[in-house]
């Protein structure tokens, strides 16, 4: 991995030590009902604002489950982590990332909200036997479709029985084909829940 300058071409936010600077900022952000104040930096998934992409998850989703295991995957800085752990104070929300400074921001965004039912983790240190009763997710496209097909088919058969998995894709980043290929890999159905600001939500159950 390059480390040349203060933002390298492979300080992508998908890396495990992104090389920019780890400056923290305090962003106002409307989450769960409720307006909130919570820790970025540079290196993170959309530091400066909540993505749209996971604007429209939020919106459009169905609600989550009140109790059980539930994962957002890739969590970035938190924002669907901690929207499911303040809606779902019941649940155990696992807020996954590659990312070790966005597993520190979402570990402190916790903290700061109040969340104590958020457990922030690398997707090795989550415990095999759990099963989830919801996975939420803004997936990670960038880093490539192979590397984003195995990360699907990694998490996605964790689903319990009956669970729901809702995922954001971009419509010109190949959510109609993800869906397809969803379709045809997985014994699951998926249906396609809403479309709004060039996103698409999928369900996949
Ligand atoms: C599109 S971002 C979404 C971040 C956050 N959920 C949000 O909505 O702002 C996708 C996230 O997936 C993470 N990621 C990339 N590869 C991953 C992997 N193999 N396992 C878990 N997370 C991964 C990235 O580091 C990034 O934080």
Redesign the pocket.
Known sequence: MGRVGAVSEHDH??TAQPASADERRVLRVHLAGRDLEVETAGG???PDHV?LG?RVLLEHAAPAPAAGDLL??????G??ALTLALASPGARVWA????ER?LDLVRRNAERVGATNLTAAR?DDVPDAIRFSAIWS???IR?GKA?LHE?LLRWLPRLADGAHAQLVVGKNLGADSLQRWLAAELPVTVERTASAKGFRVLRVS
Not at 96 to 99: A, F, G, I, L, S
């Open positions: 936010y998908f993170v998934f959309s993505d996971t957002d995957l890739g969590c970035g800085w924002p669907i996954v990332d590659v990312n966005a997707p803004n997936p990670p880093v590397a990360l």
